[in-house]
């Protein structure tokens, strides 16, 4: 009989994002601070005996050998020599696609888990974390699954709490790839070293990305500015979001947003493993 698995797959938020330095590889070194928040996908897995690999989704996805669903489970595969996988993927996408959320880097490292549970329970979770590095930089958070400060491309990660509460997320219809953002003139490459011990602040609570997205669109600059100063771009995306402890006040404010926006209202989180 199929056995028949379904996993949340958390978004994440950049608490603040700083390029470092280019490296010889071609990467950049960046300092980040990864939390979860609660907005998800859910994803079932379908194991059966058919030595075949189906993805689909309720909304339209990238072929199945551009997913990095497909590509982590084929990873798995090859890595410990599953002789034959079978698997139909369903993805109940929740996490708008190229936000900053990181839903895609999600969706792969909780493939690793579902088969890692399915075919070799005996592996941790840390013990993939070489995997999910060669399946994007934004992977290894969500397989190490806690709150993290984050070194290297993204791969270096050092537990590192956040005070739970709630943030707002608002996302314009604008879409810039990472390559866009990392090739541009207005992105700033040098930012100084912080402690692992630092606090989280107005004075570091910035992205390196955001000048890239004002400068190609200056009026949403100006109009989230009206909303309220303290929000913030999340991760190489173009969603941004805004931190409180005051819910009713971010349900307030999420009524004065524009309804050309996405908006939701989350909660953050320590934890999703």
Not at 89 to 103: R, T
Not at 170 to 185: D, L
Request: hydrophobic letters at 40%; a positive charge.
């Amino acid at each position: 009989m199929p056995k028949l698995n379904t996993y949340n797959s958390y978004a994440k938020i950049n608490l603040f994002l700083h390029i470092l330095n280019k490296r010889e590889d071609g990467y950049h070194n960046l300092q980040t601070w990864f939390t979860f928040v609660d907005l998800k996908d859910e994803i079932t897995f379908k194991f059966n005996d058919s030595n075949s690999i189906t993805v689909t989704s309720n909304i339209t996805i990238s072929s199945k050998e551009d997913n990095l669903i497909y590509k982590a489970i084929r990873l798995f595969q090859r890595e410990y020599k599953v002789a034959n996988v079978g698997v139909d993927v369903y993805i109940n996408k929740n996490i708008p696609m190229g936000a900053g959320l990181g839903g895609g880097s999600s969706n792969a490292a909780v493939t690793l888990v579902a088969m890692r549970d399915n075919y070799k329970p005996e592996i941790k979770n840390t013990d993939m974390l070489h995997l999910a590095t060669k399946l994007g930089a934004d992977v290894p958070i969500f397989l190490y699954g806690k709150s993290a400060w984050a070194e290297g491309i993204g791969e270096m990660l050092y537990h590192k709490d956040f005070k739970e509460t709630y943030a707002l997320l608002i996302k314009p219809n604008i879409h810039i790839s990472t390559k866009e953002f990392f090739v541009s003139k207005e992105l700033t490459k040098h930012t100084a070293l912080l402690s692992k011990n630092s606090k989280l602040n107005r004075s570091i609570m910035n992205n390196s990305f955001e000048q890239v997205f004002f400068a190609l669109y200056p009026e949403f600059k100006d109009y989230i500015n009206t909303l309220d100063k303290s929000i913030t771009m999340t991760g190489t995306g173009s969603c941004f979001y805004l931190l409180s402890d005051d819910k009713s006040y971010l349900e307030k404010l999420a009524t004065k947003i524009d309804k050309s926006l996405d908006k939701w209202l989350v909660k953050t989180l320590n934890y999703v493993y």
